[in-house]
């Protein structure tokens, strides 16, 4: 099983800056099929980026994805008030297709 | 618009079964690999089952391998999940998703197992 561990686990910051999130896999995911998804409170997950760097429909180019191998990163370029969420990673290259822990980005 | 409905959640007792269902429109169904993903409350999103286009590859996460069973019927656009000898750890809010990359989701169905 790929285990993804996803850093920090909350990441304080204000609206405007640039967050980084991370996301670190146990063994190389197959083909780059890693995913991006964010979650709001009480709301279903929103895929944000697939195929490591892909944005996915209607996703505003502020988000970007980048990586390969292990090692992935999820940037927000300038935090608009509707990013304040829980970020979540997932490959979905080998069965069984797991999530990391998430990031909460919350506002400082 | 692609649209994913869930429903069949609800309270069950420790051992008991659901059968949870899924209704897909906006889109051509039997194309598409399908998924189950579950939540437990104020925890993180943990994967269940996928399913592909035509039912030729199905797989489970070990949590539930075994008492678990995805199915699909493309001709009434709609994937199902049957849930036996459920365990309180199963609660959760229970997702279908849309492609291996679960590209659209529906609105969950909460599942409650509970004495």
């Known amino acids: 099983e790929i285990v993804l561990t996803q850093s920090p686990g909350t990441l304080s910051l204000s609206p405007g800056e640039r967050a980084t999130l991370s996301c670190r896999a146990s063994q190389s995911v197959s083909s780059s099929y890693l995913g991006w998804y964010q979650q709001k409170p009480g709301q279903a997950p929103r895929l944000l980026i697939y195929g490591a760097s892909s944005r996915a429909t209607g996703i505003p180019d502020r988000f970007s994805g980048s990586g390969s191998g292990t090692d992935f990163t999820l940037t927000i370029s300038r935090l608009e008030p509707e990013d304040f969420a829980v970020y979540y990673c997932q490959q979905y290259g080998t069965s069984p297709r797991t999530f990391g822990q998430g990031t909460k980005v919350e506002i400082k | ?115």
């Open chain 2, 1 to 115: 618009e692609v649209q994913l409905v869930e429903s069949g959640g609800g309270l069950v007792k420790p051992g008991g079964s659901l059968r949870l269902s899924c209704a897909a429109s906006g889109f051509t169904f039997s194309t598409y690999t399908m998924n189950w993903v579950r939540q437990a409350p104020g925890r993180g999103l943990e994967w269940v089952s996928s399913i592909s286009s035509s039912s030729s590859y199905i797989y489970y996460a070990d949590s539930v391998k075994g008492r678990f069973t995805i199915s699909r019927d493309n001709a009434k656009n709609s994937l199902y999940l049957q849930m036996n000898s459920l365990r309180a750890e199963d609660t959760a809010v229970y997702y279908c998703a849309r492609e291996t990359s679960s590209d659209y989701w529906g609105q969950g169905t909460l599942v409650t197992v509970s004495s």
